[in-house]
């Protein structure tokens, strides 16, 4: 049986600490009923003397949340840790937290207080907080930059007065991997009464490396993490949960230990806290970031339709997700442009393939990304050119204040040429009359949309057009310099669309095969 790592997290406190990502009551409650649901085994639900609102909020919680530990941060004197105690006290499981720092830098300019003082506040404040509750857990801040002899006497009395968890934090994100894990190794070492407590790890993200030291301080005796979801706290932020978890899940062969977190709640935690907090994860961000399971890459894309394992470390559903996903872009390769044509019920030939996969690169340059919606317009398009029933030829049209709205409209069908002359209620809409007689269609204007794509007096114009029919419907667009041209061009367009969606096939012309519609 492995060991446990237990989980510590401080979303709502560290995390708030986040500048603008303060949280009402609701919103944290919200947070603390998943954290609980995904089985964190604490809970640092806030610092109760800092505000009213966050003495409420970490009240609330310790009446409601059912099984996770809940703890309250309190400094080392007695009204924070009677605060605190006030707080958590309905906890199933209470638990107190104070600190005082440690390093000389902080000793001397933050607290003021020599070396011995801050020994009797530790002696002082541990007692008074072990006498109230019998969940104690005391922190040395900027361990990373305090005196290791010093460290060591502070600890020790820590343990000696009550304290049952110490943690040891890299307050400020400074030591490196190697650094910070041999803090833990000498403390293991050099603390008579280490026995007596759990070791806490408790890692910031200033240099990138939050989550590297917490994996470090684990392999040298930390028991517990402290974390975030999504890596939210003061600055660059904290070690995240996810990347805790699943490093421990991924690695189990070089690290015999587990958690008892339930992953599969990854997603919705974190989506939880980036939608209250305002604070949107990063597409890369390891785990919980909308590309950690994407993938452009054509030789990516290849190996993970012949097996997932070859470019994915963990599944998506290991942490709340469907499925992988491979985004169509300028890096995708042929083999997953066939796989996505298919999910769209297209099944090209060869030929047509290679010709759409042409069409689908020079327009995979234009753009970041490529949507389903683009893909269809590119085989509707390739099908609408080989069944272009009815082309437009040209227009005349009489229009004015004065003048009568009149449309001549040249188009031909098939091979033949037709014209017709109609009225409107305006040139557009004569133009359309028109073109709805030669064609004997009468199909339903839905969207009429004029843009224009070049700048100056002689822009040219972009006319969008759908139309709707029996349930199908068709868009398309027309360019030109003269509106009421495109307006034509445009409608032609989406009625040889909508013709093509109603047959719902085409035939082939390049290598005589069939494309079955949408």
């Given at each position: 049986?492995?060991?446990?790592?237990?989980?510590f997290?401080?979303?709502l406190?560290?995390?708030?600490?986040s500048p603008?990502?303060?949280?009402?009551?609701?919103e944290k409650?919200?947070?603390?009923?998943?954290?609980?649901e995904m089985?964190?085994d604490?809970i640092?639900?806030?610092?109760?003397?800092?505000?009213?609102?966050?003495f409420?909020?970490?009240?609330e919680?310790?009446?409601?949340?059912?099984?996770?530990?809940i703890?309250?941060?309190?400094?080392?004197?007695?009204?924070?840790?009677?605060?605190?105690?006030?707080?958590?006290?309905?906890a199933k499981?209470?638990?107190?937290h104070?600190?005082?720092?440690?390093?000389p830098?902080h000793?001397?300019?933050?607290?003021?207080k020599?070396e011995q003082?801050?020994?009797?506040?530790?002696?002082?404040?541990?007692?008074?907080?072990?006498?109230l509750?019998?969940?104690?857990?005391?922190?040395?801040e900027d361990a990373?930059?305090?005196?290791?002899d010093?460290?060591y006497?502070?600890?020790?009395?820590?343990?000696?007065?009550?304290?049952?968890?110490?943690?040891?934090?890299d307050?400020?994100g400074?030591?490196?991997?190697?650094?910070?894990?041999?803090?833990f190794?000498?403390?293991?070492?050099n603390v008579?009464?280490?026995?007596?407590a759990?070791?806490?790890a408790?890692?910031?993200?200033?240099?990138g490396?939050?989550?590297a030291?917490?994996?470090a301080a684990?392999?040298?005796g930390?028991?517990?993490?402290?974390?975030?979801?999504?890596?939210m706290?003061?600055?660059?932020?904290n070690?995240?949960?996810?990347?805790?978890?699943m490093?421990?899940k991924?690695?189990?062969?070089?690290m015999?230990?587990?958690?008892?977190i339930?992953?599969?709640?990854?997603?919705?935690?974190?989506?939880?806290?980036s939608?209250?907090t305002g604070?949107?994860v990063?597409?890369n961000?390891?785990?919980?970031?909308?590309?950690?399971?994407?993938?452009?890459a054509?030789?990516?894309?290849?190996?993970m339709?012949?097996?997932s394992?070859t470019?994915?470390?963990?599944?998506p559903?290991?942490?709340?997700?469907?499925k992988?996903?491979?985004?169509?872009g300028?890096?995708?390769?042929?083999?997953?442009?066939?796989?996505?044509?298919?999910?769209?019920?297209?099944?090209?030939g060869?030929?047509a393939?290679?010709?759409?996969?042409?069409?689908?690169k020079?327009?995979?340059?234009?753009k970041?990304?490529i949507f389903?919606?683009?893909?269809?317009?590119?085989?509707?398009?390739r099908?609408?050119?080989?069944n272009?029933?009815?082309k437009?030829?040209?227009?005349?049209?009489n229009?004015?204040?004065?003048?009568?709205h009149e449309?001549?409209?040249?188009i031909q069908?098939e091979?033949?040429e037709?014209?017709?002359?109609c009225?409107?209620n305006?040139?557009?809409?004569?133009t359309f009359?028109?073109?709805?007689e030669?064609?004997?269609?009468?199909?339903?204007?839905?969207?009429?949309?004029?843009n224009?794509?070049?700048?100056?007096?002689?822009?040219?114009?972009?006319?969008t057009?759908?139309?709707?029919?029996?349930g199908f419907?068709?868009?398309?667009?027309g360019?030109?310099p003269?509106i009421?041209?495109a307006?034509?061009?445009?409608?032609?367009?989406a009625?040889?669309r909508l013709?093509?969606?109603?047959t719902?096939?085409?035939t082939?012309?390049s290598?005589?095969l069939?494309?079955e519609?949408?």
């Amino acid at each position: 049986m492995t060991e446990k790592i237990y989980i510590f997290d401080t979303t709502l406190r560290d995390g708030e600490q986040s500048p603008g990502a303060s949280m009402n009551l609701e919103e944290k409650l919200q947070i603390a009923e998943v954290l609980d649901e995904m089985k964190v085994d604490i809970i640092e639900a806030g610092f109760p003397i800092a505000s009213n609102g966050d003495f409420e909020a970490v009240r609330e919680i310790s009446k409601k949340i059912k099984n996770s530990t809940i703890a309250g941060l309190a400094r080392a004197n007695l009204k924070d840790i009677e605060r605190s105690w006030e707080a958590v006290q309905y906890a199933k499981s209470p638990r107190i937290h104070t600190f005082i720092a440690t390093s000389p830098l902080h000793m001397k300019y933050k607290l003021k207080k020599t070396e011995q003082e801050v020994l009797e506040a530790i002696k002082k404040t541990v007692t008074y907080a072990r006498n109230l509750c019998p969940n104690i857990e005391w922190s040395c801040e900027d361990a990373g930059r305090s005196n290791l002899d010093y460290l060591y006497q502070c600890i020790e009395l820590a343990i000696d007065c009550g304290a049952t968890t110490i943690n040891i934090p890299d307050t400020v994100g400074y030591t490196l991997p190697d650094e910070f894990g041999k803090i833990f190794k000498k403390v293991k070492n050099n603390v008579a009464n280490i026995d007596k407590a759990i070791l806490s790890a408790h890692t910031h993200n200033d240099l990138g490396l939050a989550t590297a030291n917490n994996v470090a301080a684990i392999k040298e005796g930390a028991r517990q993490v402290e974390c975030t979801i999504n890596g939210m706290g003061e600055r660059a932020g904290n070690s995240s949960l996810e990347e805790i978890v699943m490093t421990l899940k991924v690695k189990k062969d070089l690290m015999p230990f587990h958690t008892d977190i339930k992953s599969n709640f990854i997603i919705k935690a974190s989506r939880l806290v980036s939608s209250i907090t305002g604070f949107p994860v990063q597409p890369n961000k390891a785990i919980v970031g909308a590309n950690a399971f994407a993938h452009e890459a054509g030789i990516h894309q290849d190996g993970m339709l012949k097996h997932s394992g070859t470019y994915e470390i963990m599944t998506p559903e290991s942490v709340g997700l469907n499925k992988s996903s491979l985004v169509l872009g300028k890096h995708s390769g042929k083999h997953a442009f066939s796989e996505k044509l298919k999910e769209l019920g297209y099944e090209p030939g060869n030929n047509a393939l290679m010709e759409l996969f042409g069409r689908f690169k020079d327009l995979a340059d234009k753009k970041k990304e490529i949507f389903e919606e683009d893909l269809i317009a590119l085989v509707e398009d390739r099908a609408a050119s080989y069944n272009e029933h009815i082309k437009f030829v040209s227009l005349e049209v009489n229009a004015g204040s004065l003048e009568k709205h009149e449309a001549r409209l040249s188009i031909q069908i098939e091979n033949e040429e037709k014209m017709k002359q109609c009225n409107g209620n305006g040139p557009v809409d004569a133009t359309f009359n028109a073109i709805k007689e030669i064609t004997s269609t009468n199909y339903s204007l839905k969207l009429y949309q004029v843009n224009a794509i070049t700048a100056g007096t002689d822009a040219q114009g972009e006319v969008t057009v759908r139309l709707e029919d029996d349930g199908f419907s068709a868009q398309a667009k027309g360019s030109d310099p003269d509106i009421i041209v495109a307006s034509a061009k445009a409608y032609i367009n989406a009625l040889n669309r909508l013709i093509f969606k109603k047959t719902k096939k085409f035939t082939d012309k390049s290598d005589d095969l069939k494309i079955e519609g949408v």
